[in-house]
């Protein structure tokens, strides 16, 4: 029977927090911080951060947040072609 059971093994304890949770953590760290709900929102529904849903709820890893913050994901640019950018394009109705 030993062979079957798994073991699990967490070296530190998961920090999952509601949104308005994580906020409240990251503005006790930093009263100063520019985060905002609704960014913090953008970035639970763009997935650049950790999210488990309960129900209809999404549960923040406060670590995944915290990492974002200090090391954010380069923003990719629109490929825009460099020739026409800034010019009048004709519109064919």
């Known amino acids: 029977m030993e062979n079957f059971a798994k073991e699990i093994k967490i070296s530190a304890p998961v920090r999952m927090r509601t949104q308005a949770q994580a906020l409240a953590e990251v503005k006790a760290i930093d009263p ?13 529904l763009q997935r650049k951060i950790k999210v488990v849903m309960a129900g209809n709820k999404y549960l923040i890893n406060f670590d995944s947040l915290l990492d974002y913050l200090v090391n954010p994901t380069e923003i990719e640019p629109d490929q825009v072609d460099a020739a026409l950018y800034g010019k009048l394009r004709k519109i064919h109705a």
């Open 32 to 44: 100063n911080t520019a985060l905002t709900a609704h960014a913090l929102r953008q970035l639970v």
